[in-house]
Every structure is written in structure tokens, then in C-alpha cells.
T-cell receptor, first 112, second 114 residues
Framework: AQSVTQLDSQVPVFEEAPVELRCNYSSSVSVYLFWYVQYPNQGLQLLLKYLSGSTLVESINGFEAEFNKSQTSFHLRKPSVHISDTAEYFC??????????FGTGTSLTVIP | DAGITQSPRHKVTETGTPVTLRCHQTENHRYMYWYRQDPGHGLRLIHYSYGVKDTDKGEVSDGYSVSRSKTEDFLLTLESATSSQTSVYFCAITRAGSSYNEQFFGPGTRLTVL
């Protein structure tokens, strides 16, 4: 079974500053990697995913994540955050497309 | 939106009572999942189903049972609820794509066991 580590449980950042949310997973075999976002009192929504090909993937709202196979990492970044980015972010991994393993989440708080 | 609904959305119950949560999907997906979400633990898989009457245990299955008698419904039952089962429960499905599968989540059920 995979395991996913999100080292930062809480990340406060000022508005318009850059942010990086870290994610490491346990296995170096072929995997699918995901970032989900959860706004207060809502379910999880897919933010972006890595399946294969280019190691840099982007979302429609300015987030990007880079797959690093040698470091088994999939860190999420945004060059300039907005108040509306305040949410919980979960990293997830799957190696068979049917079982998904989630990290413990990172709470991003954007400070005005 | 993957057509996933959960009922009830909120429930307060007492220790020792049975509780059943329902997940309903409208898109005929084969795989369905039940997770619980707790602070500091993220999402943990309780049970999942890979077809009608085909289910398997997840990471935290003790105290829970599931049933799937038809494709669209996946029920989670707490036979005798305990305070440690106070949590937010999410149902999910896996949608098969051309080259990958993707999980979609329901809106969640907040369960409080007093």
C-alpha cells in the first residue's frame, strides 16, 4: 500500500505571496498523483493530476504541481495566492487507478 | 459533478444505536467508496465496492459494514455507534477515463455520536 505525507498541517501566507504545499509518497513505481481542494463544509474537488508525460501540471486557477520521481514528491505551488484560495488541500496517490491513498491535508490560510 | 448524493447530510445519534448512511450515484460507476475525515488524519478508507455485492475492507473498517445490492446505492452501517465514530463521512466514485481513473466525492455526511 502507498502512503502519502503532507508535512505541513497548516500554512499561513499573505495575499499575493507565493506558496508551496509539500507532498511526498512512498513508492517509486508508476503512480497517478492528484491534488484535491476542500472548501469549508464542502466535499473534495480535484485540483490537478499527474498521469504521465510532462512532469509539470497546471490547474485552471493558477496552481501547478511538479512530479519528481527521484524524490517521490508532488509539491503544489502558486506564485501569488488570493483570499479565495483559503482551503484544505489534500495530496493523493494511486498505483492501480482504483485504490486511492490520501495525505492528512494542509490547511492553507491566506492573510489579507 | 458526478451525480453523487449522500443522505442524511447531518445526523446526531446516541451511543449504541444503529446508523445507516446512504450514497447514491446516477452514472452507473462500478467502484464506490466510503471514507471518513477527521482532523489530523485526512481521509481514511473504510470500505469500498467494485460491483454489486462485491465489497472489501479499507484501512479503518472495524465497527462498520457495507452493502451494495444495486449499482447506484452503497450503504454504510454502524451497527452500534460509538463516540469515536463521530466524523464526516464521504462517499466517492471512480470514473473511468480513457487512460486513467479519477475519484469524485459526494458532499459528505456529518455524524455526531453522543
Amino acid at each position: 500500500a502507498q502512503s502519502v505525507t503532507q508535512l505541513d498541517s497548516q500554512v499561513p501566507v499573505f495575499e499575493e505571496a507565493p506558496v508551496e504545499l509539500r507532498c511526498n509518497y512512498s513508492s517509486s513505481v508508476s503512480v497517478y498523483l492528484f491534488w484535491y481542494v476542500q472548501y469549508p463544509n464542502q466535499g473534495l474537488q480535484l485540483l490537478l493530476k499527474y498521469l504521465s508525460g510532462s512532469t509539470l501540471v497546471e490547474s485552471i486557477n493558477g496552481f501547478e504541481a511538479e512530479f519528481n520521481k527521484s524524490q517521490t514528491s508532488f509539491h503544489l505551488r502558486k506564485p501569488s495566492v488570493h483570499i479565495s484560495d483559503t482551503a484544505e488541500y489534500f495530496c493523493a496517490v494511486s498505483d492501480d487507478g482504483n485504490q486511492f491513498y490520501f495525505g492528512t491535508g494542509t490547511s492553507l490560510t491566506v492573510i489579507p | 459533478d458526478a451525480g453523487i448524493t449522500q443522505s442524511p447530510r447531518h445526523k446526531v445519534t446516541e451511543t449504541g444505536t444503529p446508523v445507516t448512511l446512504r450514497c447514491h450515484q446516477t452514472e452507473n460507476h462500478r467502484y464506490m467508496y466510503w471514507y471518513r475525515q477527521d482532523p489530523g488524519h485526512g481521509l481514511r478508507l473504510i470500505h469500498y465496492s467494485y460491483g454489486v455485492k462485491d465489497t472489501d475492507k479499507g484501512e479503518v473498517s472495524d465497527g462498520y459494514s457495507v452493502s451494495r445490492s444495486k449499482t447506484e446505492d452503497f450503504l454504510l452501517t454502524l451497527e452500534s455507534a460509538t463516540s469515536s465514530q463521530t466524523s464526516v463521512y464521504f462517499c466517492a466514485i471512480t470514473r473511468a477515463g480513457s487512460s486513467y481513473n479519477e475519484q469524485f466525492f459526494g458532499p459528505g455526511t456529518r455524524l455526531t455520536v453522543l
